[in-house]
């Protein structure tokens, strides 16, 4: 299995930004379609943004479109989150998820591979 590793993660205030890495191990990029999820204290655990395994397909959840963005670094094997005016919702732990779909799925037992995940906090 691929072995996923996020960073990045860390406090600002509302309006401000922070950009997520989640660097893989063990296997190639072009195996897998990649995803980024959110958890917040006591909500399930929900789809933010995918990108397909050519790179070349994006998917972002309704909540987060037009403020994050993501992409990935193929040399280095690490997809990447830009997260912009974020806000007291947007606080959760962010969690890089991988697995071998055709397509991008923003279901979340659907992904077998995980990183540990990373806090984002947004207040004052």
Not at 12 to 18: A, E, F, N, T, W
Not at 29 to 47: C, D, H, S
Not at 50 to 59: A, W
Request: glycine share 12%; hydrophobic share 35%.
């Amino acid at each position: 299995q691929v072995h996923l590793v996020e960073s990045g993660g860390g406090w600002v205030q509302p309006g401000g930004s922070l950009r997520l890495s989640c660097a893989a191990s063990g296997g190639f990029w072009f195996e897998y379609t990649m995803a980024w999820f959110r958890q917040a204290l006591g909500k399930e655990r929900g789809f933010v943004a995918g990108l397909s395994k050519n790179g070349g397909v994006t998917v972002y959840a309704d909540s987060v479109k037009g403020r994050f963005t993501v992409d990935r670094e193929n040399a280095k094997n690490t997809v990447y989150q830009q997260m912009n005016n974020l806000g007291t919702q947007d606080t959760a732990v962010y969690y890089c998820a991988a697995d071998k779909h055709p397509i991008i799925v923003k279901v979340a037992d659907r992904y077998a591979n995980w990183g540990q995940g990373t806090q984002v906090t947004v207040s004052l």
